[in-house]
């Protein structure tokens, strides 16, 4: 589904350059949930970014659903993969109503007026379908985050790119969040990448783990490894160690 | 569920409805909450029903001289007095308002989109857009606006529409820096990166996502400058170089006041003192704005 072979990530030019992500490659299955776990500014996030296309100094290929994308996405490459964004009170505009929120990506696409689908992709993630009539600062955290899955699915991707998708939640919120997530790769047999600093979040959610560190992946662990804490680098292990104290 | 989805699609135009009838109910139930805002919207009111209803509230006409009857003190027949050419300074009042309002809104309307467009394609655009369009702004910016009124009232001739020209080309700058800045901010934030990545077109983002953020903002903002505007007119006027005589521009009253002020001090006060209360209601509602269009405020 995802093939990404030699992606580097830079910022800057001249003096102040810096290579955020150093040629890495990885491939995710159909179906499949990949973590990616690594320290604050490893540039785990800036990954997922240029995977949505919303970073664009990145070289290297990417190739979502068999197809090469470009830097600057072509509306039909943007259908592919959608993102959930790591806080729900930034990720939706304050003034639009949850109908228009939910409208929007089908409107912008021009594909249908959108507000017909606002009821149904509501209910889809656990919200009553009166909702659409609020705005985002009269709804919490975890109902917000909910939204924001609605409207990544909104276009139905394949991918569904997630940065952190609770790290904002409350930890009972989490677990809701989580399972709703689970629930709807099997019901639509979608594809996550999933990026956090939380082990235990991807320890629940991911098939495969990919250890970042400093702009490189330095560990891949599966399922059973996860499990049973097997780690096959320091980094990694040291990065268990301390979550699972 | 079907029949939410029908209902919802059926009267389109009744549910708008019924949301602006509730917010505007929110507004009045947050502007009851700030009596000395209230005070400044009721004063509003009033300017903008006496301008209205001028023919019909002025006891006297306002250009009609009466010359036996100069320089009245105020009375209960001329409540405000008489001026040197003995017309009742209160009808002259009322029929000033109505300059007066022309003058904010024809400002207000030019100055508005005017800056926030500038304002929103400089800041969402960036690069050497953003640089033109903003040096551009700082050099209007750098003029002393009053100064360039006078020179634009001189080149163009004196008269209310150069007067409103004039103050136009000098009052959209701050408005563009504002809306600028609330670009920036805007253009950063997730859920316009989550607009890119449903394939928003930059102009939807423009107008549809960052255009609302910058609204209210503006608004508070031109509200409170119509309080300058008022001020620059009435220096205008005062100068001779706003509406002519005989309009009763209040500005121009005090002028033709001033020779008059020390034995007839009504003549330049009573202008004064509605210039004073009108610039002072505009404040006070920019202020009260703030409040009630942010839809999140909540009074602690």
């Known amino acids: ?45 800036t990954v997922l970014r240029s995977l ?60 249908g007026d959108g507000w017909s689908r606002v009821a149904p992709s509501l209910e889809q993630v ?27 699915l909104m276009l139905e991707p394949e991918i569904l790119l997630l940065d952190e998708p609770t790290s904002a939640l409350d930890v009972s919120v989490q677990a809701e969040v989580l399972n709703l997530l689970s629930d709807l790769r099997e019901e639509r047999n979608l594809t996550y990448v ?30 059973g490894a996860l499990e049973q804490g097997q780690t096959h680098h320091p980094y990694s292990k040291q990065l268990f160690k301390a979550s699972f104290l | 569920m079907s029949l939410v989805t029908s209902a919802s699609a059926g009267s389109k135009p009744g549910i708008l409805l019924a949301r602006i009838g509730r917010s505007l109910k929110n507004a009045l139930i947050k502007l009851s909450r700030e009596p000395v805002g209230l005070f400044g919207f009721i004063v509003l009111l009033l ?51 109505r300059i007066t309002i022309q003058t904010v809104l024809a400002v207000s309307v030019i100055v508005g989109p005017i800056g926030m467009l500038v304002g929103i394609v400089a800041g969402f655009v960036g690069g050497r857009t953003d640089a033109i369009l903003m040096r551009f702004t700082d050099i209007v910016l750098s003029f002393p606006s009053l ?18 020209i004039a103050i136009s080309l000098t009052g959209w700058p701050p408005i563009a820096r504002l809306a600028r800045a609330e670009t920036l901010i805007v253009r950063n934030t997730d859920y316009v990166a989550a607009a890119r990545l449903y394939g928003a077109s930059p102009l939807r983002v423009l107008f549809l996502y960052i255009a609302p953020m910058c609204i209210p903002s503006v608004v508070v903002r031109l509200t409170l400058n119509m309080a300058g505007i ?15 005589p005989p309009a009763p521009e209040w500005g121009a009253m005090i002028s ?34 703030r409040d009630i269009l942010d839809p999140r405020h909540a009074r602690s």
């Open chain 1, 1 to 45: 589904m995802i093939e990404v072979s030699n992606l580097s990530v830079s910022f800057g030019s001249g003096e102040a350059r810096r290579q955020v992500v150093k040629g890495v490659s990885f491939v995710v299955g159909k179906g499949e949930t990949l973590g990616i776990v690594g320290e604050s500014g490893c540039g785990k996030s």
């Open chain 1, 52 to 111: 949505a296309g919303l970073d664009r100094h990145w070289e290297g290929e990417i190739r979502l659903a068999g197809n090469a994308v470009d830097r600057e996405r072509s509306r039909e490459q943007l259908k592919l993969a959608q993102m959930v964004f790591q806080d729900p009170y930034g990720s939706i505009h304050p003034r639009h109503r949850i109908e228009r929120v939910l409208a929007e990506p089908a409107r912008a696409m021009k594909i």
């Open chain 1, 126 to 152: 656990g919200l009553p379908a009166n909702f659409a009539e609020r705005f985002p600062h009269e709804l919490s955290g975890g109902q917000r985050q909910r939204v924001a899955i609605a409207r990544a």
């Open chain 1, 194 to 223: 999933l990026v956090s600093h939380d082990l235990s979040v991807i320890a629940h959610m991911c098939d495969r783990v990919l250890v970042m560190k400093d702009g490189a992946f330095v560990d891949e662990l599966d399922k």
């Open chain 2, 47 to 97: 300017l903008i029903i006496v301008a209205i209803l001028a023919p019909l509230i002025a006891p006297y006409s306002p250009t009609t001289q009466n010359l036996p009857n100069a320089l009245q003190a105020p009375s209960w027949e001329h409540w405000a007095g008489t001026d040197e050419y003995g017309r009742d300074i209160l009808s002259r009042l009322i029929y000033g308002t």
């Open chain 2, 147 to 164: 100064i360039l009124a006078l020179s634009f009232a001189a080149a163009l001739g004196a008269g209310l529409e150069t007067a409103i």
């Open chain 2, 230 to 244: 008022i001020l620059t007119a009435a220096a205008l006027g005062f100068l001779g170089l706003g509406a002519q």
């Open chain 2, 256 to 289: 033709s006041g001033r020779q008059y002020m020390l034995d007839n001090w009504w003549v330049a006060v009573m202008p004064g003192i509605a210039i004073l209360l009108t610039s002072l209601a505009f404040n006070l509602v920019g202020d009260a704005l």
